[in-house]
């Protein structure tokens, strides 16, 4: 009988009473009790050591699982997000031919539920490229995402390369082929799915300057725009305000000339933008 069982990691002396018992090795039994290990296959002879990602409600999980011939043994550092028990969450049936069909079940049953997850998240970095084009954007959410989507391919991101080590070592000749295969495939494409978004948030991120440039430019361009009107009126302010003795209030017609140059200077200036194209937004 195939038998499935869960000890937490932080449950310290239950695992190591069971360790004891069951003769797990010692470096197995090192890399149950801390995280942030990388996923992983170690075989010790009598039993193998699985590090295992999961992501789900926004949040990686890190189990290891010890595989013996007729037991696997799961040893989680966190309670699963839904539900009482990691059996309960994954819903892990009791008919299995034997343990590799058991830990398939399981891995293929975490690896769906983190790819529903990375669809979420895939749907929202598109949406994030529709929203830079408004002007109320926070670029600090795309950064959000693009560190978590590192946090994933640190986690996650080699699951496939463990896959492979899973056929390999099994060297199943049953259903159990075809179905390892597949579970590597899974893990591949969210694999490459991670790469692309990755790349897409980089453009993304890009598009976003090159639009705060081209915002910038249209506002520096409107400001010397006015600042060009404003020339030849300060000039004729400043020109108004000095004290002369003959010009131009000596002859009427040369207090007319200067008016005439006053307004050709202004309005020339303004043909000229115009014609230029800085004021045809």
């Avoid at 993304?204 to 009107?229: C, D, H, P, Y």
């Avoid at 004729?236 to 008016?259: C, H, K, Q, R, T």
């Amino acid at each position: 009988m195939i038998r499935w069982s869960e000890i937490y990691s932080t449950d310290t002396l239950l695992l190591s009473q069971k360790a004891e018992e069951w003769k797990v090795h010692n470096l197995a039994l090192e890399d149950c009790y801390h995280r942030d290990q990388r996923p992983k296959l170690d075989d010790f002879g009598n039993h193998q050591l699985l590090v295992w990602f999961l992501l789900a409600n926004g949040k990686i999980y890190e189990i290891q699982f010890l595989i013996f011939p007729n037991h696997l043994i799961a040893v989680p550092h966190d309670t699963p997000p839904t539900g009482q028990t990691w059996s309960e969450y994954l819903k892990i049936s009791n008919n299995h031919k034997d343990v590799w069909h058991l830990l398939y079940n399981v891995l293929d049953r975490a690896t769906d539920l983190t790819w529903q997850e990375m669809r979420i998240l895939f749907e929202q970095i598109d949406n994030f490229e529709q929203e830079i084009f408004k002007k109320n954007f926070k670029p600090q959410d795309l950064l959000l995402v693009k560190k978590q989507l590192n946090q994933i391919d640190y986690s996650i991101g080699h699951l496939s390369s463990v896959a492979k080590q899973l056929q390999n070592l099994c060297k199943p000749t049953d259903d159990l082929n075809w179905k390892l295969r597949d579970l590597h495939d899974h893990c591949e494409r969210i694999y490459q799915s991670l790469n692309l978004y990755r790349s897409q948030i980089g453009a993304s991120i890009e598009l976003f300057w090159g639009l705060q440039t081209n915002r910038t430019n249209k506002q520096i361009m409107k400001l010397s725009t006015v600042a060009s009107v404003a020339v030849p009126l300060t000039f004729w302010s400043s020109f108004w305000g000095m004290n002369f003795d003959f010009i131009p209030y000596s002859e009427p017609v040369l207090f007319f000339v200067a008016i005439g140059l006053m307004l050709f200077s202004v309005v020339g200036t303004g043909w000229l933008l115009i014609k230029k194209g800085y004021l045809s937004e």
